[in-house]
Nanobody
Framework: QVQLAESGGGSVQAGGSLRLSCAAS????????LGWFRQPPGKEREGVAA???????HYADSAKGRFTISKDNVKNQLYLQMNQLNPEDTALYYC??????????????????WGQGTQVTVSQ
């Protein structure tokens, strides 16, 4: 069974950048969807960015132009480069893998395997 572990979270000031990493214990190259989600305090988990079987990337409107998702199949790693961070980006960030075919891979129902999360805090 594949396990996912996020790293790279932390505290930054508004306008700063962070790069999140997600290490997979097994082969996730056969996953249809690989994605990043976040859950702000008191809110529901939401899709941020995803990459699908065809290496097409998909972004939530809030992430477009600021975040970039990428993967390394050899290292079994998934990344999220986050630039121009603002306080609204404060959340627990999760990586996830799923085998269900999906058009955008941004719904939680598209995923079966989740990491434990890494906290991102952005201050003014």
């Amino acid at each position: 069974q594949v396990q996912l572990a996020e790293s790279g979270g932390g505290s930054v000031q508004a306008g700063g950048s962070l790069r999140l990493s997600c290490a997979a214990s097994g082969d996730v190259s056969m996953s249809y969807c690989l994605g990043w989600f976040r859950q702000p305090p008191g809110k529901e988990r939401e899709g941020v960015a995803a990459i699908d079987w065809y290496d097409s990337t998909h972004y939530a409107d809030s992430a477009k132009g600021r975040f970039t998702i990428s993967k390394d199949n050899v290292k079994n790693q998934l990344y999220l480069q986050m630039n121009q961070l603002n306080p609204e980006d404060t959340a627990l960030y999760y990586c996830a893998a799923g085998s269900r075919r999906s058009e955008y891979c941004l719904a939680t129902d598209d995923y079966a395997t989740w990491g434990q999360g890494t906290q991102v805090t952005v201050s003014q």
